[in-house]
């Protein structure tokens, strides 16, 4: 069964830092882009970012909402793509979500979604 | 940046009438060398994510039941519930794959 399991939230205070991961299962996983979208209580979805394969150079791409604090990044021995945040602000409250697209291209919709794991930036 | 605007925010619907979702983008997201809209919908339920309904704008992906549809090009698009049933009570999202990936803004479909 192809599966994505997204763990690593938690509640953090602003101007800390938290790292997500997300464990892939049922498809080679080193193939295909991985990205992450949030979706804060009660609101949308918001694409964070996202890694592309090494096939398409492994270069991360992210929204300007979360550039220069959020990283991508990936160990496609282990199926993992990570989130790291940094330098937390309490707008980050949110679901995180990783996402898969359907092919092994980066341009596509996103077809296999993680479960979602909380994060919540408080004091 | 393109921006994307759902409409209606919520609509109610009798059991087994059409619901019909409108999502306009600011720019074509029609990708003139393949002739492909890249606008994808998604149904979400509470507590679950996001689950993938239509991509390319009118090709819908396996297992979707064929009372929903996706018509549209360039920067009109329509999501089209045939015959409403109770478990499509949801919140639906456009999203555009063109560029940087963008969702509108969601809207709510209840049962009238």
């Known amino acids: 069964e192809v599966q994505l399991v997204d763990s690593g939230g938690g509640l953090v205070q602003p101007g800390r830092s938290l790292r997500l991961s997300c464990t892939a299962s049922?498809?080679?996983?080193?193939?295909?882009?991985m990205n992450w979208v949030r979706q804060a209580p009660g609101k949308g979805l918001e694409w964070v970012g996202c890694?592309?394969?090494?096939?398409?150079?492994?270069?991360?791409d992210y929204a300007a909402s979360v550039k220069g604090r959020f990283t991508i990044s990936r160990d496609d021995s282990e199926s993992i793509a990570y989130l790291q945040m940094n330098s937390l602000k309490t707008d980050d409250t949110a679901v995180y979500y990783c996402t898969r697209p359907r092919s092994e291209g980066t341009v596509n919709a996103f077809d296999i979604w993680g479960q979602g794991t909380m994060v919540t930036v408080s004091s | 940046d393109i921006v994307m605007t759902q409409s209606p925010d919520s609509l109610a619907v009798s059991l087994g009438e059409r619901a019909t979702i409108t999502c306009k983008s600011s720019q074509s997201v029609l990708y003139n060398s393949n002739n492909k809209n890249f606008l994808a919908w998604y149904q979400q339920k509470p507590g679950q994510p996001p689950k993938l309904l239509i991509y390319?704008?009118?090709t819908r992906e396996s297992g979707v039941p064929d009372r929903f549809s996706g018509s549209g090009s360039g920067t009109d698009f329509t999501l089209t519930i045939s015959s409403l049933q109770a478990e499509d009570v949801a919140v639906y999202y456009c999203h555009q794959y063109y560029s940087t990936p963008l969702f509108g803004g969601g809207t709510k479909v209840e049962i009238k």
């Open positions: 890694i592309r394969s090494k096939g398409y150079g492994g270069t991360t």
């Open positions: 049922g498809f080679t996983f080193g193939d295909f882009a």
């Open positions: 390319w704008a009118s």
